[in-house]
Each structure stands twice: as C-alpha cells, then as structure tokens.
C-alpha cells in the first residue's frame, strides 16, 4: 500500500460525458501529479500541484482540468469524453520531487 | 517523440539465472533515472534509481547500470524469482521535475 488513494478504481461511461477522478495522497505529501497510460503506451504527465497551486503541465488536453484543494486532495476532470481517452489514470505523491513519488493503484476508465 | 525506449516488450527467463532489462534515452540532459515496477492492478512501485554522475547502483539482487555515452541503461535481477513477474518501467528525469517513462517491458519469470 502505497498510502495514495484513488477513487473509484474503475469507471465505464459513455462518449461525450464528463467525468471526476479523486486521489487522496499520502499524509504530509504536498505534490500531486497525474498520469495517464493508455494501452501499450508508457505513462505519459499530465499535469503537477504543489500545496494547491500548478506547477507544471505535460500533454494535458484543453479537455482535460485538474484542480488540488486546501486538504490537499486532487481531482482530474475529464470532459466530451472520447474513446481514445480510454485508459488508467494514475496519480502520484510526494513531499516535493517527483522522483520521490509514490503512485495510487490508479483509476481504470473506459469510455463506450 | 519518444524520449526513453523500452524495445523489447516483453522477456522471459528462466527462475534462477539473471534477467537483464534495457532502456535507451534520447535527451542529454536527463540527470536521474529510475526502475519502476508494476503488478496488474496496481500502480507503479519504486525499484532502484542512478544518478547522472554514477555508472552503476545496486541494491540486493537488482543493479542499475548507466552508459551514459550510449544513452543507455539496463536493470539486472540476480537471481531471478517467480515474484519478480511485472511489467518493468524505466524512467527518467531533468532536474527533479517531470518523469519521462518507457513503454514498460513485460518480465515472466519461467519457474
């Protein structure tokens, strides 16, 4: 157990929707990334918070928001989703360096 | 663009005898590399990592090795152990910021 904690671990939804992924990361860690892997690919950033604010952005897509709250847990806001946007979502955790990072079990979406 | 390559997508081996795993990166200035690990359902977990300034780091039966010249590096596992079955990321990283990961290699450890 890494100590971060993403919800829910699974999602199927439908083309065109919306939908939120959570991560709680590991008590006293004020970085948050996320990632995406899609199938056969490696996982590839999407964005970083540190303490609430962005710090830095990879190929996140407009469609894609990500927002780190006061508690400092994170949320990753997918919309007019797409079949391509099909794949694990992970997100990771640290005091600050991302090579100090753990990663949550991760969040398996499929868009039918 | 691909920055770090994981070729072979998958290996077997045979328990007992030394699995070798490969990495080739494209960017100079990745400074830290690192091995990841990852069963099915799970996310990724922290193996062993090597410095830009270092050639080789061990830790138990793993030892990262770093050719720096060929942009080049490569995870062997010795003795091989059917727990060592994963899927196996390297990564790589500029000055403590993002990860750049490979394409995972597929390791099966044949008892």
């Known amino acids: 157990d890494s100590g971060v904690t993403q919800t829910p671990k699974h999602l199927i939804t439908a083309t065109g929707q919306r939908v939120t992924l959570r991560c709680s990361p590991r008590?006293?860690?004020?970085?948050v990334y996320w990632y995406q892997q899609s199938l056969d690919q490696g996982l590839q950033f999407l964005i970083q918070?540190?303490?609430?604010?962005?710090?830095a952005k990879g190929n996140i897509l407009e469609r894609f928001s990500a927002q780190q709250f006061p508690d400092l847990h994170s949320e990753l806001n997918l919309s007019s989703l797409e079949l391509g946007d099909s794949a694990l979502y992970f997100c990771?955790?640290?005091?600050?360096?991302?090579?100090?990072?753990?990663f949550g079990q991760g969040t398996r979406l499929t868009v039918v | 663009d691909q920055q770090v390559k994981q070729n072979s997508p998958s290996l077997s081996v045979q328990e007992g005898r030394i699995s070798i795993l490969n990495c080739d990166y494209t960017n100079s200035m990745f400074d830290y590399f690192l091995w990841y690990k990852k069963y099915p359902a799970e996310g990724p977990t922290f193996l062993i990592s090597?410095?830009?300034?270092?050639d080789k780091n061990e830790d138990g039966r793993f030892t990262v090795f770093l050719n720096k010249s060929a942009k080049h590096l490569s995870l062997h596992i010795v003795p091989s152990q059917p727990g060592d079955s994963a899927v196996y990321f390297c990564?790589?990283?500029?000055?403590?910021?993002?990860?750049?990961f490979g394409t995972g290699t597929r390791l099966t450890i044949i008892p």
């Open positions: 008590s006293g860690d004020l970085s």
């Open positions: 918070y540190y303490n609430g604010e962005e710090r």
């Open positions: 090597i410095s830009s300034i270092k």
């Open positions: 990564a790589a990283s500029f000055g403590n910021e993002k990860l750049t």
């Open positions: 990771a955790s640290s005091v600050s360096w991302i090579t100090e990072a753990f």
